[in-house]
T-cell receptor, first 116, second 110 residues
């Protein structure tokens, strides 16, 4: 149990385009999901907390208009990188909160984004 | 002071040895504690969770929690080269908030 999927697993796009990443909890409902970004050889950086049915909470320094988050159902959250630029190239990882297991976060496999 | 601190390593141990990973946290009201393993290029995967003082064993892994001293550790017995990864300590104050350490990179040499 506690499986989280992400789609796509990797994406290459041209500068200026928008990219949508989906995060799904497959076998449990997640009222809260998290979006992280990780650059090579660096630690996880929390970008935002996504709550079902409400606006996401963004960490300091993360542009909410650039990284659009939608958590429309208890099993799906999406992150849209708008007008992507090469500096947005990174490894984006989502996690879903399994509240019945004392707040354990289960991670998706990640999405590797390369902006040319 | 960082909320969750780990020695970044690298920690190198020979195959078959015990690897000891340590983590300290700053918030005394922290309730839940987790260890994740992250292989290079992959996302983190949960290894252990611990909620009360003492030891918790799962196979070759033992998590130790000492709330009075605000530290949590992970012991890996009979370390294998496949254990080489970055180990992330995470602390949750309530069910909706988890803070991660920067991770300790472990290398197990054959």
């Amino acid at each position: 149990g506690a499986v989280v999927s992400q789609h796509p697993s990797w994406v290459i796009c041209k500068s200026g385009t928008s990219v949508k990443i989906e995060c799904r909890s497959l076998d449990f409902q997640a009222t809260t999901m998290f979006w992280y970004r990780q650059f090579p050889k660096q630690s996880l950086m929390l970008m935002a907390t996504s709550n079902e049915g409400s606006k996401a909470t963004y960490e300091q320094g993360v542009e909410k208009d650039k990284f659009l988050i939608n958590h429309a159902s208890l099993t799906l959250s999406t992150l849209t990188v708008t007008s992507a630029h090469p500096e947005d190239s990174s490894f984006y990882i989502c996690s879903a909160l399994q509240t019945r297991r004392s707040g354990t976060q289960y991670f998706g496999p990640g999405t590797r984004l390369l902006v040319l | 002071q960082k909320e969750v601190e780990q020695n970044s390593g690298p920690l190198s141990v020979p195959e078959g040895a015990i690897a000891s990973l340590n983590c300290t946290y700053s918030d005394r009201v922290s309730q839940s504690f987790f260890w994740y393993r992250q292989y290079s290029g992959k996302s983190p995967e949960l290894i252990m969770s611990i909620y009360s003082n003492g030891d918790k064993e799962d196979g070759r892994f033992t998590a130790q929690l000492n709330k009075a001293s605000q530290y949590v550790s992970l012991l890996i017995r009979d370390s294998q080269p496949s254990d080489s990864a970055t180990y992330l300590c995470a602390v949750s104050i309530n069910n909706n908030d988890m803070r991660f350490g920067a991770g300790t990179r472990l290398t197990v040499k054959p």
